[in-house]
């Protein structure tokens, strides 16, 4: 064919304009591919199958029948007549319940050593030193065990020990004041998280502006009206009670106020405890990541160590911090499924007295596992979008 020829050159395929290590690598992945495919069909055939074989039924129906099983500590409102998808959202709530306070918790705890390991003062870094070694060389489990255990060995709750008023702490568990919240408190609380959000952006909006005329622009009156007089002023619209209900103790059990069940308050200080000693050493390499001129450089513009450490060391540690504090919350998580082993209700507890009453073993497994992916998929998303966020801002 000439240049002259006006025809278009002729269309190669696909296959034709890979070479032979391309067209070899395809193959093989082909290969793979089928393999797998292979696998789980004869799986799944295998089970149908079998199941077909003893008269075992499959599906979710399961999930509309009455569930019979008792829930004693749980977060929402549950009756044993209804069905086992609301007492599967019960414990899912349950977990939930567990993994965001001890995810809280275990951050400001684990900070709060972390920055103690690399105290001045000798013996708050030895002791900080002595935390994180022998917390994080036992067991979960056997920490679990541990306070299980040392709760149930605690006095009767006629003899409940009281370290401040209103506040009891017996084998029935922790019993602390509360504020009943019902829609009223959920609306005026709701108005504040509005209002958080909103002075959050306009926080961040008079920033930018002070960086583009050099004018500092105060936020605190936009705090105060939004966070406080805003939801003030719903509050008193609405005739909101926020009176205080104090537990009571009245015949061998205390009534009123909020009770954390022994279970859960064991679950929650051993996964606490146990996950603050790694986050503690991920605290404390992140900042140790930070070059010592940044300090040396605060030192000399006369700076105090606690503002040095909060507004010039944490945050460029934090692009060090934040991904290995995602695998921690996603192992505190997980580790929640332990609280079968002491007889809190979470969901794993809730699925298998499911299997046990129905035999829905691959159904209710599946939910077991779609419940966690779900959760952990959550905590990554948003973890990789703090993470994102901060390496944008530092450039």
Request: hydrophobic share 55%; proline share 6%.
């Amino acid at each position: 064919m000439t240049s002259d020829d006006p025809r278009p050159p002729p269309r190669r395929s696909f296959l034709g304009a890979l070479g032979p290590n391309e067209l070899r690598g395809l193959f093989w992945q082909v290969l793979v591919v089928g393999i797998a495919v292979a696998v789980i069909v004869f799986l799944w055939s295998n089970t149908v199958t079998n199941l077909s074989a003893r008269r075992i039924t499959t599906g979710f129906a399961f999930l509309g029948r009455e569930a019979s099983m008792p829930i004693a500590d749980s977060l929402l409102a549950y009756n044993p007549r209804d069905s086992y998808l609301w007492a599967f959202v019960v414990g899912v709530a349950n977990t939930l319940r567990v993994a965001v306070i001890g995810i809280v918790l275990a951050t400001i705890l684990g900070t709060l050593i972390g920055i103690s390991r690399l105290s001045a003062n000798w013996l708050l870094s030895r002791l900080a030193a002595v935390y994180v070694e022998v917390l994080r060389d036992i067991p979960l489990l056997l920490q679990l065990l541990f306070w299980y255990v040392l709760m149930q060995g605690l006095p009767a709750a006629r003899a409940a020990w009281r370290p401040v008023d209103g506040v009891f702490l017996s084998n029935r568990g922790l019993i602390l004041p509360a504020i009943p919240i019902l829609t009223p408190q959920l609306s005026v609380l709701g108005t504040a998280v509005l209002g958080f959000i909103a002075f959050l952006v306009i926080r961040r909006w008079l920033v930018a502006q002070q960086m583009r005329d050099g004018k500092p622009r105060p936020a605190w009156p936009f705090a105060l009206g939004l966070i406080v007089i805003l939801p003030s002023t719903v509050s008193l619209l609405l005739g909101v009670s926020w009176t205080i209900e104090w537990p009571q103790l009245l015949g061998f059990n205390f009534v009123g106020g909020l009770t954390l069940a022994p279970e859960y308050f064991a679950l929650l200080i051993a996964l606490v405890t146990y996950t603050s000693a790694f986050i503690a050493e991920i605290v404390r390499s992140g900042i140790q990541s930070v070059p010592r001129g940044q300090w040396d450089a605060a030192s000399a513009l006369g700076l105090r160590r606690s503002f040095m450490l909060r507004q010039i060391i944490l945050p460029q540690a934090l692009r060090v911090i934040v991904p290995p504090m995602t695998s921690q919350y996603l192992n505190l998580t997980k580790n929640s499924s332990l609280a079968v082993a002491i007889g809190y209700q979470d969901v794993v507890s809730v699925a298998n007295t499911t299997l046990n009453q129905t035999g829905q073993a691959i159904e209710v497994i599946s939910l077991i596992m779609a419940v966690f992916l779900t959760i952990s998929l959550g905590i990554s998303f948003f973890m990789n979008w703090y993470n994102a966020r901060i390496a944008l801002a530092e450039r």
